[in-house]
C-alpha cells in the first residue's frame, strides 16, 4: 500500500499547507485618492494579497506593461494575491502619471 | 462639453481599437469631472461664468470639431490625438498658470488640482496613442 501511503502524506502535507498559509499571508492595503497610489512601494511577499481601494470618481487600473492589469472602477475595490516573485513597476493605463512598485519575495 | 463631443465623434468614425478605446476613456473620466464641478458648484450656490479662457478653449474645441468631422480613415485618427494631445496641453497650461493660482475656494482649488492630474494623464495617454499611431 504504498501508494495510499504517498497520497495520504500528500493529502497531509497539502492540508498543512492550506491552514499555514492564511495565518501567514497578509493583506496590503493600497488606497488611491486624486490619482495617487499610496503606499507608492510596497514590499510583500508571496502568498499576500494586494487590495487596491479606489476613492475617486474615477476608474484606474494597476497595470504592468507587458504583465497583468488590474481594472478598479470608482469607488471600489480590488485585490489580487500574488502568487510569484517578482520586482515590477505598475502604473494606471488609464492615466500613465500615476505609477506604483511592487516587489514580491518569496 | 466640447471635448467629449468629439471623443463621441471617435467612437463613431474610427476603426483603430486604441483610439477607441481612449475615446470612452475621455468621455468617462470627462463627465465624471463635470459631474463633480456642478456638485461643486450647488454647494457653493455660485452661477458658473463664461471667462475669456474658457471661451477661447471651447471655440478653439469647436473648430477642431467642424474639421475632424470632415476627416476619415487614418487621417481621423491622426487628427482627432494629435489634437486631443493640443487640447489636454491646453487645458492643462491654463490650469497650472491661472486656474489654480486664482482659485480661492478650497474645494474649488482641490477639483482643479485633481482636473490637473486627470488632464495630464490624459495628455501622456494621447502621446503614448499617437505614438502608435506612426
Ligand atoms: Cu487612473
Request: hydrophobic share 45%.
Amino acid at each position: 500500500m504504498k501508494a495510499g501511503m504517498l497520497i495520504r502524506s500528500l493529502a497531509g502535507a497539502l492540508a498543512l499547507a492550506l491552514v499555514a498559509s492564511p495565518a501567514l499571508a497578509a493583506t496590503i492595503e493600497v488606497t488611491i485618492d486624486k490619482l495617487v497610489f499610496t503606499p507608492a512601494n510596497i514590499q510583500a511577499k508571496v502568498g499576500d494579497t494586494i487590495e487596491w481601494v479606489n476613492k475617486d470618481a474615477f476608474a484606474h487600473t494597476a497595470t504592468v506593461k507587458g504583465g497583468w492589469e488590474v481594472m478598479i472602477p470608482p469607488k471600489s475595490k480590488r485585490r489580487i494575491t500574488l502568487k510569484k516573485v517578482e520586482a515590477v513597476d505598475y502604473f494606471c493605463r488609464f492615466h500613465p502619471n500615476m505609477k506604483g512598485h511592487l516587489d514580491v519575495a518569496p | 462639453m466640447i471635448d467629449v463631443e468629439a471623443a463621441k465623434l471617435a467612437i463613431e468614425k474610427s476603426k483603430t481599437k486604441e483610439v477607441v478605446d481612449f475615446a470612452n476613456d475621455m468621455v468617462r473620466d470627462h463627465e465624471a469631472v463635470n459631474v463633480q464641478a456642478l456638485d461643486l458648484v450647488k454647494k457653493l450656490k455660485v452661477t458658473p461664468e463664461d471667462n475669456a479662457t474658457s471661451q477661447a478653449l471651447s471655440k478653439a474645441a469647436e473648430a477642431e470639431r467642424a474639421k475632424l468631422a470632415k476627416l476619415e480613415g487614418a487621417a481621423f485618427d491622426k487628427a482627432y490625438v494629435a489634437n486631443e494631445v493640443a487640447y489636454h496641453k491646453q487645458v492643462n497650461g491654463a490650469l497650472e498658470t491661472l486656474l489654480i493660482p486664482s482659485a480661492e475656494n478650497a474645494g474649488l482649488k482641490s477639483l482643479l488640482e485633481t482636473g490637473l492630474k486627470i488632464f495630464q494623464g490624459h495628455q501622456q495617454h494621447a502621446e503614448h496613442v499617437a505614438g502608435m499611431l506612426k
